[in-house]
């Protein structure tokens, strides 16, 4: 059980650093959206991209699963495109996805992208952080978040989600100069605009990069790992004063979290962008991460479709992952997304054995 002195905020921002902490921290990827009822109300009073930048209801919608759940960190409501959007790009948010219908395929099509102010473009969303930040106190982390690079680049070169990404990969191959200037533009924009959530109050952010593990690792290291790491460094270089190794009570960090979906191949990879802790997929198992990675935090991983069962053998599977880890540098979350057709119950059992079931496995503290 919990001990006290480690507030919802504290307990996950020293794990991310890899400090001892009286629990492992748990918060759900995606944990505010469809599965809940009082979500779907709001949702039908407004379209999507309506409710991204109305802040009263983002607020809103972001506090929900807070309400229910008590999780130890609330990760604000928006869109990893609603930068995109702002850069001058064309998105439409459909009940299929989002749809970029004027995909970016030559050096002209770069040249109509900009880089933007995001106190002025996407100002409310620093609205939306400042009021989280108000509205949960110390009980638990607000945090930020992005896409990274190359997954921003594939939703604009492919014009929407793809299976095959071979619009992005054709241009690998034929169009080099191309693809580095608009990596390039998309690190930057993706800096500023983690260092913008930081000033309004995120304080831990994390960066997705969904398609990089479409990648072999020669291509990820050649393209989505330089343009994460460039994204990196320029908010830590914004952010002087807030060092993400700081130590101890008070410290200003802001932990850093990279988020690669299919990763297995890739994890060492990741480990070179600087990112404070790595979020991993189901498919690969935390001990093995652990042994791969060792002194780097983990976070994840259970399988999102694991919640769709019974509400013990969730309890069960979380268990096992603290076993993995010893509960040591070790945020519980999930591999993905929350899946819409997810019972309350497993969310509600995910919850509870990440409070109470510690024991025996925390007690391990494995190696970090």
Known sequence: MSTPGFSGSRRLLEACLGLPVDRPPAWMMRQAGRYLPEYREVRSRASFFDLCRTPDLAIEVSLQPFRRFAPDGVIFFSDILVPVQAMGARVEFGEGGPELPEPVRCASDVARLRRFDPSREVAYTGEILRGLRREVGDRAAVIGFAGAPWTLASYLIEGGGSKSFAAIKQMMGR????????????????????????????????IFDTWAGELTEEDYREWALPAASRAIAAIR????????????????????????????????????????????????????????????????????????????DVRRRVRAMLAETGGRAHILNLGHGVLPQTPIECVEAFFEAARSGVGEAAAAEAPV
């Open 175 to 206: 169009d080099r100069t191309t693809l580095s200037r608009l990596l390039d533009l998309l690190a930057d924009v993706v800096a500023d605009v983690l260092s913008f959530q930081i000033e309004s109050g995120a304080q831990a952010v994390q």
């Open 237 to 312: 270089q914004a952010s002087p004063n807030r060092d993400p190794l700081a130590r101890g009570e008070g410290a200003e960090g802001v932990p850093m979290i990279l988020f690669v979906n299919v990763c297995g191949h890739l994890l060492e990879a990741m480990a070179e962008s600087a990112a404070d802790v790595l979020s991993i997929d189901w498919r690969l198992p935390l001990s093995q991460a652990r042994r791969r990675v060792p002194g780097r935090a983990l976070q994840g991983n259970l399988d999102p479709g694991a919640l769709l069962g019974d509400p013990e």
